[in-house]
């Protein structure tokens, strides 16, 4: 029994903060009551409050994902946003400091948006999911979206977040996914985070279920049928619930894709991209349709098995073309951390053993076990996937598809936090400019959303999400890791 259910959620961070909310509760009561017995009464003259002290950082060298460079700036901050960013101006009353401002002196230092990480799982593995928000923070991940998981849980854990230092938390609920569900539960390595949706009837009450569960997207998987699919997109889109989906393996990318908002992984991108495409789709159709027994998880590795390494060997450039224009709205979220964990070793990184202290000792001793058992067989793995992954980032980029950054973390080795800048690394490594990868991982995933207008970039009204570097990220991508400050709705990471 998970203590992610609503009523029960008690992190330990959490308590003292509970107990001075009760706390506050009871102030405001007694208040109350005194205001009742006096009579008291809203003065009649209109007192000024005070304004909410600044945060005003100093000489710093802002990075902004569209703009770029700034050098020698001040950038203000009140409350949760950004109320000034510009030369320092002694006339303007945003920048004129009072005895309660907190001013930062960050010469030689720079300034980038607080990091999105587009795909990651809070409850796949839940002895980490108390670790994950402070982690996420350190790192400099300032928002998330969570790509799977029960969704009572996750409303319950950002509920219980809400007043505590954390990134903020944007999810979709379970995995949408057909009559058999890969992520059922049957085993520790298929924790249950999808749900099977039957029909297309069932569609719109599944969707109108999960936005009044405080759902932000919903996410659709990959044993779903075309005209599920299609409703459930449909159901999404008068509700204004934006979609993530992988490819379904009865359809093809750029028949599905159109429909998403973003798609993960590349996954099944290959299977439309072969010469032989038509053939893969009818065999994969005919398969999915003559399963009646046994685990999702097992048709879907069945299918990928017999097929991935077949289409990329089978790879047909203008088809493919074809496939990827078809894709020019939709993001795609390689999670190439993911997809090359199995050949690039991150566990290998001279970085990775300070930044696997941070996991809890029964999580180490479970992944140093796994590290353990892919070091001896390291010779049997193929990593066509992986470096078709890597190659593709290319093709995207050239024929002008939205690439966002996303980890999947905890999944598959992902420390949170310290994954997201492997990932942008991968990126850079992949064909992007710095600046693209620092695009994809602040802007695009707020264009997702629809936040555009108020997250990602460093400007007056933009949310105070930021992070501090004390290197140059446009320089070496790998900067992105000399964080000295984090700065999460208005207030400084301790
Ligand atoms: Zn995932």
Redesign the pocket.
């Known amino acids: 029994m998970s203590k992610y259910t609503a009523a029960k959620y008690t992190s330990p961070l959490l308590v003292n903060h509970s107990a001075r909310s009760r706390l506050i509760t009871k102030v405001l009561m007694i208040a109350g009551l005194c205001c009742t017995l006096l009579a008291c009464s809203k003065p009649q003259t209109t007192q000024e409050t005070p304004a909410a002290p600044k945060t005003i950082i100093n000489n710093v060298n802002i990075v902004d994902p569209v703009d770029g460079l700034a050098t020698q700036q001040q950038v203000v901050i009140q409350e949760d946003k950004i109320v000034y960013v510009g030369p320092v101006d002694e006339t303007s009353t945003a920048t004129n400091s009072n005895d309660t401002d907190h001013i930062v002196d960050a010469t030689g230092q720079f300034l980038i948006p607080g990091l999105w990480d587009m795909?990651v799982?809070f409850l796949y593995d839940e002895a980490l999911t108390d670790v994950m928000p402070e982690l996420f923070l350190r790192y400099g991940v300032t928002s998330v979206r969570d790509?799977?998981g029960d969704v009572t849980k996750l409303a319950a854990l950002r509920e219980a977040l809400q007043d505590t230092p954390t990134p903020r938390i944007y999810f979709s609920g379970p995995l949408l996914d057909g009559k058999f569900v890969v992520y059922d539960g049957s085993d520790p390595s298929r924790p249950p985070l999808g749900t099977g949706v039957s029909g297309e009837e069932s569609a719109m009450a599944t969707v109108t279920a999960l936005k009044s569960a405080g759902a932000d997207f919903i996410k659709i998987y990959e044993l779903i049928d075309p005209a599920t699919y299609n409703s459930l997109a449909a159901a999404a889109k008068q509700l204004e619930m934006p979609i993530a989906s992988h490819v379904p393996l009865m359809m093809t990318a750029d028949v599905a894709g159109p429909i998403a908002g973003s798609m993960?992984h590349l996954r099944n991108i290959e299977l439309a991209c072969a010469a032989n495409w038509q053939d893969l789709l009818v065999q994969r159709q005919a398969k999915i349709t003559g399963f009646t027994e046994g685990l999702g998880h097992t048709l879907r590795s069945e299918l990928h098995s017999a097929q991935r390494i077949p289409a990329i060997k089978a790879y047909d450039e203008t088809r493919c073309d074809a496939v990827l224009d078809a894709l020019t709205n939709t993001i795609q979220v390689p999670t190439l951390r993911l997809n090359t964990v199995l050949m690039l070793k991150p566990f290998e990184r001279a970085d990775w053993p300070e930044a696997a202290t941070a996991l809890p000792q029964n999580v180490l001793e479970n992944w140093q076990a796994r590290i353990n058992l892919l070091s001896a067989n390291s010779l049997d793995i193929d990593h066509t996937f992986a470096n078709w992954s890597q190659f593709l980032i290319a093709r995207l980029l050239e024929r002008g598809v939205p690439i966002g950054a996303g980890t999947?973390t905890p999944?598959g080795l992902g420390i949170p936090g310290y994954s997201l800048h492997t990932e942008l690394e991968l990126l850079v490594a992949s064909g992007m400019s710095t600046q693209q990868a620092l695009y994809s991982a602040t802007v695009t995933p707020a264009e997702f959303l629809g936040l555009e207008g108020t997250m990602g970039q460093i400007k007056v009204g933009m949310a105070a999400d930021l992070v501090l570097l004390s290197d140059n990220p446009l320089e070496n991508i790998k900067h992105s890791r000399t964080i000295t400050k984090v700065m999460s709705k208005g207030s400084w990471v301790e």
Request: net charge negative; glycine share 14%.
């Open positions: 795909h799982h790509t799977g993960e999947d999944i």
